[in-house]
């Protein structure tokens, strides 16, 4: 797996986006505060690359959940399970 951040023309990015198999990209938001997260870059994101999974990660994250943004979906994930390697599991 490859690890890359995207960015487009306009400048809307995603923080990490890791390549899967079959055409799969997962795309990762860094936030210190998950309530603030905007759906908007990974939404254009998303457009581009359609299949994969979404994910926010927070320290103020203290359970994973999963959030609806329309058509996204989103899993919010607490520091810890990375460093617990449980993200993509």
């Not at 890359?4 to 990762?28: C, H, N, P, Q, T």
């Not at 994250?61 to 520091?79: N, S």
């Amino acid at each position: 797996n490859t690890i890359l951040y995207w960015r487009d023309k306009s400048g809307r990015e995603v923080d990490f986006v890791i390549r899967r198999e079959r055409g799969r990209v997962d795309a990762i938001e860094c936030k210190i505060n998950p309530d603030g997260f905007d759906p908007a870059n990974l939404r254009v994101f998303r457009s581009f690359y359609p299949d994969g999974n979404n994910f926010v990660i927070s320290p103020h994250t203290q359970t994973a959940f999963r959030r609806r943004f329309g058509d996204l979906m989103v899993e919010f994930i607490p520091v810890q399970h990375i460093l617990d390697s449980k993200v993509g599991s």
